[in-house]
């Protein structure tokens, strides 16, 4: 249990107020979403796909094993504000740091000791909601107007606000199988740490890099990545992606990269109700009818209706029926909406890495095969 008692809200567009214990200090506004995740709070917080949202946990007690150096996602926490039915003081984790210092250390406003589970069924029966959490202030009605004129997720272009400054490179260990480009629209840890595992060389580049540059590299293939908020306003972004995939290199997108990739193929994406959030999305391969676990964290989806010919969908997602992967037919092009790299989550989608491999140099030995 938390030693404080500090009062803390959470205070939500459609006037919902929900009071509970402060377990970490400040006042930030988001669009508030849930996770279903049992494990990987850490990786959760650390996610820059979360930029602009206030994450509720669904699992009642989070922080039970504490924080680890070297499983964060990126360098900071990236969430505005975090929610739990009850955030664990004492942690299991020998020689660990605990989930409140952590919070507290970053400045992620926290809050604890509320239903959980009535929030998660008005955000589903409302879909995702525009909230602020804080324990600083507690006019309501203030608070309520101040809402109304933050912005909606639906335009905003958060890319810029996660992304690197500066093209890198990462080496396996061992000679490289191959080298592969990485846009980072707020790439994952996970899906580079994969891929260098693999034995792939990797040039990791901000997210407005122009296509050309990224082609004068003379890489094998393009990955384009996870990341937060609208895909649509990205215009020159998705001219970028359409100029890769013009060029004949084999692309693969994840996540936000899927998304703005089905915009370059010339495809919509529209806003889902409450987002897919957590590791347990079930997934349909369409061709062999098997059905995938996953790891997910996104609140807009391809319009697979809106793909041109010649762009197939190949997995869809069996909550709601959504596009989960495309390909493009006779060239080494498709997508994935899920996260490959399971953190957190289970490890079904794993040999996406692979397949795309293959599609870079077919009869690559990839990974332990090296």
Known sequence: ?????????????????????????????????????????QEILTDPSYRGQIVVMTLPHIGN??????????????????????????????????????LQEHGIPALHEVDTRALVRRLRERGSLRGVLTDERSDVSGLLRELEEFPIMEGRALVDEVTCS????????????????????????????????????????????????????GVDGVVLSNGPGDPEPLREIIGNVRELVESGLPVLGICLGHQLLGLALGGRTHKL?????????????????????TSQNHGFAVDGDSLPAGCRVTEINLNDQTVEAITVEGQPIFSAQYHPEAAPGPHDASPLFRSFLDAVSPGLAVGGDR
Not at 73 to 102: C, D, I, K, N
Not at 275 to 293: E, M
């Open 273 to 293: 109700k409450f987002g897919h959030h957590g590791g347990n999305q079930p997934v349909k391969n369409l061709d062999s009818g098997a059905v995938l676990i």
């Open 166 to 217: 500066e093209r890198y490179s990462l080496a396996p260990t061992g000679e490289p199988i191959c080298r592969l480009a990485v846009y980072d629209y707020g790439v994952k840890a996970n899906i580079l740490r994969s891929l260098l595992d693999l034995g792939v060389a990797l040039e990791v580049l901000p997210a407005r890099t122009g296509a050309s540059d990224c082609l004068k590299l």
């Open 1 to 41: 249990m938390i030693s404080s008692h500090a009062k803390g809200l959470l205070v939500l567009e459609d006037g919902t107020v929900l009071e509970g214990v402060a377990a970490s200090a400040g006042t930030r506004f988001g669009e508030v979403v849930f996770n279903t995740s049992m494990t990987g709070y």
């Open 65 to 102: 094993y504490g924080t680890a150096a070297g499983v964060e996602e990126s360098r900071q926490p990236w969430v505005e504000g975090f929610v739990a039915h009850q955030f664990t003081a004492r942690h299991s984790g020998s020689g660990q740091g605990g989930l409140l210092a952590y």
